[in-house]
């Protein structure tokens, strides 16, 4: 048994350190699989054809098709009083509406203001709380995650926030922590970090968007060496350096679109970008464009449209670290980006736009979900970097997810002010290595413990059959006595004298005392006298058949110990010195308890309760004698005292008493000591509400 306990708890660690969840955080952070969230597989929004993702929310769990903000941290949804009592397809056209009421999980902290970039749409608030949160269907679960319920058309559809800050309820609350956080808090995901690309219906036969927590598609970008750090702003982040913007058209004609360098965030909650008026006014001269004050949009007659499709300008954004030099990188997108359709809230019927906006002052400089079409997005929180590239659109598109790992000097703390860095291969090689020679070991110690186990019970087993075969439970012979506990030596043979009486060659016999039964009556073996010639034959073992008449011991022994009267026993001198070895008693073996039925034990009655059946009456009556005294517990049939037989089941009590007060036992029927009748017995810091 304490083998079992060594090697049990060891081929679990051993299939723990497998599955990397034995340990804690270390192992599981190294080996944690990034998590691919699944598309809704459909192209959603009231500004743009924009693929969508599902998660749930709620308890039972509410379906939900979102877009993704790269600048929220909490998880937005509709509430049913932001669609109108006749519009029935608004519910579906907005992603479905979350009923709060319907949850039993749902907590209420409030109405608050969202807060998303600077000025980007106008001031609107929210039901915020907490509430369980899931990724798709079947994926990661997190309970207690804030959640704020929407009714403002300027979302068309809710928000899965990516960024990993804490939301403030009030001034003094310490922070609820976002999914991204949770997620890596319980070893969800190897890193606090996640790729994305918007997705786009102009390639191919439409392509989805990509979203990857705790890595990214390596499938779907082209990569280059550019880094940016990340900024200390709350909601704003992500900030690059746009260097320049040019236009080029099918004709080889070229424009800037931008005078000088500026920096903008880049957010994927918005649809539009947002540039200075110098730029926008620039962009109105290459396209044509004209801008509607009233509905603020840049619209786009059919006309017009099949022009600029057939000039097919690109626009390439160069982007770098700082508003000018250092290395850049370059984003192209083609005019098909650019060709968005508006329709029902923002324009009665569906109308062609350009998403470009007028931005009011620097900090409302933005890059949103027009720009993640044809731009692949990578975030390391815990390296505080990300990066930018070209997103790509092989025929075969497919799926490559690459985890990324947390630094050597990772916590799970936003805030913290890492510096960029690589992953490094050779650390992950150190901990393979590692894990590889702990597994060695433990499985190598597994295998002996199991080893030296089944010796043991083979050894038990073995000596179980010795003994099973020489101690009889009824009466063990002598000769079994002599085979366990003597050194027997078998007799020389025998040899006729002169007189023609039988001697032995041999002179010299080891004696040997022993006991025959349970009163102690020795018997003596043959033992070494003086040569003599002169012999006596042994005498038939009548002393034993007072122990047990009948019987005939000397039918149970070998002629050498006296079983054949033929044979010559030397008499004893009564000086020889001989040293008697002591046997055993027939009475002192431990005796072989009989085996219990595999029914529960009953537990005793309660005193003060009365029978309340024949059975129980019955079952009272046989647990004391006539003169009204408890039973004896010693075995009916002889037992020793001391010897308690279990019983489990009333079909096993004694028969009712005779009228001599003594119970007549059935066959096999045992006193049992037991009553048949009775009762069994982080991330610190945070922002304001909506980030």
Same mark, same amino acid.
């Given at each position: 048994?304490?083998?079992?306990?060594?090697?049990?708890?060891?081929?679990?660690?051993?299939?723990?350190?497998?599955?990397?969840?034995?340990?804690?955080?270390?192992?599981?952070?190294?080996?944690?699989?990034?998590?691919?969230?699944?598309?809704?597989?459909?192209?959603?929004?009231?500004?743009?054809?924009?693929?969508?993702?599902?998660?749930?929310?709620?308890?039972?769990?509410?379906?939900?098709?979102?877009?993704?903000?790269?600048?929220?941290?909490?998880?937005?949804?509709?509430?049913?009083?932001?669609?109108?009592?006749?519009?029935?397809?608004?519910?579906?056209?907005?992603?479905?509406?979350?009923?709060?009421?319907?949850?039993?999980?749902?907590?209420?902290?409030?109405?608050?203001?969202?807060?998303?970039?600077?000025?980007?749409?106008?001031?609107?608030?929210?039901?915020?709380?907490?509430?369980?949160?899931?990724?798709?269907?079947?994926?990661?679960?997190?309970?207690?995650?804030?959640?704020?319920?929407?009714?403002?058309?300027?979302?068309?559809?809710?928000?899965?926030?990516?960024?990993?800050?804490?939301?403030?309820?009030?001034?003094?609350?310490?922070?609820?922590?976002?999914?991204?956080?949770?997620?890596?808090?319980?070893?969800?995901?190897?890193?606090?970090?996640?790729?994305?690309?918007?997705?786009?219906?102009?390639?191919?036969?439409?392509?989805?968007?990509?979203?990857?927590?705790?890595?990214?598609?390596?499938?779907?970008?082209?990569?280059?060496?550019?880094?940016?750090?990340?900024?200390?702003?709350?909601?704003?982040?992500?900030?690059?350096?746009?260097?320049?913007?040019?236009?080029?058209?099918?004709?080889?004609?070229?424009?800037?679109?931008?005078?000088?360098?500026?920096?903008?965030?880049?957010?994927?909650?918005?649809?539009?970008?947002?540039?200075?008026?110098?730029?926008?006014?620039?962009?109105?001269?290459?396209?044509?464009?004209?801008?509607?004050?009233?509905?603020?949009?840049?619209?786009?007659?059919?006309?017009?449209?099949?022009?600029?499709?057939?000039?097919?300008?690109?626009?390439?954004?160069?982007?770098?670290?700082?508003?000018?030099?250092?290395?850049?990188?370059?984003?192209?997108?083609?005019?098909?980006?650019?060709?968005?359709?508006?329709?029902?809230?923002?324009?009665?019927?569906?109308?062609?736009?350009?998403?470009?906006?007028?931005?009011?002052?620097?900090?409302?400089?933005?890059?949103?979900?027009?720009?993640?079409?044809?731009?692949?997005?990578?975030?390391?929180?815990?390296?505080?970097?990300?990066?930018?590239?070209?997103?790509?659109?092989?025929?075969?598109?497919?799926?490559?997810?690459?985890?990324?790992?947390?630094?050597?000097?990772?916590?799970?703390?936003?805030?913290?002010?890492?510096?960029?860095?690589?992953?490094?291969?050779?650390?992950?090689?150190?901990?393979?290595?590692?894990?590889?020679?702990?597994?060695?070991?433990?499985?190598?110690?597994?295998?002996?413990?199991?080893?030296?186990?089944?010796?043991?019970?083979?050894?038990?087993?073995?000596?179980?059959?010795?003994?099973?075969?020489?101690?009889?439970?009824?009466?063990?012979?002598?000769?079994?006595?002599?085979?366990?506990?003597?050194?027997?030596?078998?007799?020389?043979?025998?040899?006729?004298?002169?007189?023609?009486?039988?001697?032995?060659?041999?002179?010299?016999?080891?004696?040997?005392?022993?006991?025959?039964?349970?009163?102690?009556?020795?018997?003596?073996?043959?033992?070494?006298?003086?040569?003599?010639?002169?012999? /006596? *034959?042994?005498?038939? %073992?009548? +002393?034993? @058949?007072?122990?047990?008449?009948?019987?005939?011991?000397?039918?149970? &022994?070998? !002629?050498?110990?006296?079983?054949?009267?033929?044979?010559?026993?030397?008499?004893?001198?009564?000086?020889?010195?001989?040293?008697?070895?002591?046997?055993?008693?027939?009475?002192?073996?431990?005796?072989?308890?009989?085996?219990?039925?595999?029914?529960?034990?009953?537990?005793?009655?309660?005193?003060?309760?009365?029978?309340?059946?024949?059975?129980?009456?019955?079952?009272?009556?046989?647990?004391?004698?006539?003169?009204?005294?408890?039973?004896?517990?010693?075995?009916?049939?002889?037992?020793?005292?001391?010897?308690?037989?279990?019983?489990? /089941? *009333?079909?096993?009590? %004694?028969? +009712?008493? @005779?009228?001599?007060?003594?119970?007549?036992?059935?066959?096999?029927? &045992?006193? !049992?000591?037991?009553?048949?009748?009775?009762?069994?017995?982080?991330?610190?810091?945070?922002?304001?509400?909506?980030?």
């Amino acid at each position: 048994m304490r083998l079992t306990a060594i090697a049990t708890p060891l081929w679990l660690a051993s299939f723990q350190l497998l599955t990397c969840t034995y340990g804690g955080v270390d192992l599981r952070t190294r080996d944690s699989r990034a998590i691919s969230v699944p598309s809704s597989q459909f192209f959603d929004g009231d500004d743009g054809p924009w693929s969508s993702f599902s998660i749930q929310a709620g308890t039972p769990p509410q379906p939900f098709r979102v877009f993704v903000s790269t600048s929220i941290s909490a998880t937005w949804l509709i509430l049913p009083v932001g669609c109108s009592a006749g519009a029935l397809t608004c519910p579906s056209e907005r992603g479905n509406v979350y009923n709060v009421t319907a949850s039993t999980t749902w907590r209420e902290q409030g109405n608050h203001i969202l807060l998303i970039g600077e000025d980007l749409i106008p001031t609107a608030a929210g039901t915020f709380g907490n509430d369980t949160v899931g990724i798709g269907n079947g994926g990661p679960t997190l309970s207690d995650q804030v959640v704020a319920g929407i009714a403002t058309g300027q979302f068309w559809l809710g928000m899965f926030g990516l960024n990993p800050k804490a939301t403030n309820y009030t001034p003094t609350d310490p922070g609820q922590p976002s999914f991204m956080t949770t997620l890596r808090q319980q070893n969800l995901i190897p890193s606090l970090s996640y790729g994305y690309t918007a997705g786009n219906q102009y390639r191919l036969k439409t392509v989805l968007g990509s979203l990857t927590l705790g890595g990214y598609d390596s499938a779907r970008f082209a990569p280059n060496d550019i880094t940016f750090p990340l900024a200390a702003n709350n909601t704003a982040d992500l900030i690059v350096g746009i260097q320049a913007i040019k236009s080029t058209d099918s004709n080889g004609k070229s424009h800037d679109l931008l005078s000088s360098g500026i920096l903008a965030h880049v957010d994927s909650s918005v649809a539009d970008i947002w540039l200075p008026a110098e730029s926008c006014a620039l962009f109105e001269q290459a396209f044509g464009l004209v801008y509607d004050s009233v509905n603020m949009l840049y619209p786009v007659n059919s006309t017009w449209e099949a022009t600029l499709k057939a000039l097919n300008p690109n626009v390439t954004f160069t982007l770098g670290n700082g508003a000018s030099g250092g290395p850049t990188v370059s984003i192209t997108l083609p005019y098909a980006a650019f060709d968005l359709q508006a329709t029902w809230p923002k324009y009665p019927n569906g109308t062609r736009y350009f998403p470009l906006q007028r931005a009011t002052n620097p900090a409302n400089y933005t890059l949103g979900r027009t720009f993640l079409q044809e731009a692949y997005l990578t975030v390391d929180y815990e390296r505080g970097n990300f990066s930018i590239s070209q997103a790509i659109f092989p025929d075969s598109l497919g799926k490559n997810i690459v985890p990324i790992t947390a630094p050597d000097n990772s916590t799970t703390n936003p805030s913290s002010s890492s510096q960029p860095t690589s992953s490094s291969s050779s650390n992950s090689t150190k901990i393979g290595i590692a894990l590889g020679v702990v597994l060695g070991l433990l499985l190598l110690i597994s295998a002996i413990a199991i080893f030296l186990l089944r010796r043991r019970r083979s050894q038990r087993n073995t000596s179980a059959r010795s003994q099973s075969q020489s101690h009889s439970p009824r009466s063990p012979s002598l000769l079994s006595h002599l085979r366990k506990f003597t050194k027997y030596t078998r007799p020389p043979p025998f040899s006729r004298s002169s007189s023609g009486r039988t001697i032995r060659i041999d002179e010299t016999f080891d004696k040997v005392e022993m006991n025959t039964d349970i009163d102690h009556s020795r018997y003596e073996a043959p033992g070494s006298e003086p040569n003599q010639e002169s012999r /006596t *034959l042994l005498p038939p %073992p009548a +002393a034993f @058949s007072d122990q047990e008449p009948a019987r005939n011991f000397s039918n149970h &022994f070998p !002629s050498e110990l006296g079983g054949d009267t033929q044979h010559v026993h030397p008499p004893r001198s009564g000086t020889e010195d001989f040293q008697p070895q002591e046997m055993y008693a027939s009475g002192s073996f431990a005796p072989i308890e009989l085996p219990a039925t595999e029914e529960p034990l009953l537990m005793p009655q309660s005193q003060s309760s009365t029978a309340d059946s024949p059975a129980e009456a019955d079952a009272g009556a046989v647990r004391r004698s006539s003169s009204g005294r408890k039973g004896s517990l010693r075995s009916l049939r002889g037992g020793r005292p001391g010897l308690h037989h279990r019983h489990s /089941t *009333l079909d096993s009590l %004694p028969s +009712a008493p @005779s009228e001599g007060g003594t119970p007549e036992p059935r066959e096999g029927e &045992f006193f !049992s000591p037991i009553s048949p009748v009775g009762e069994r017995a982080e991330w610190t810091g945070g922002e304001e509400a909506g980030r």
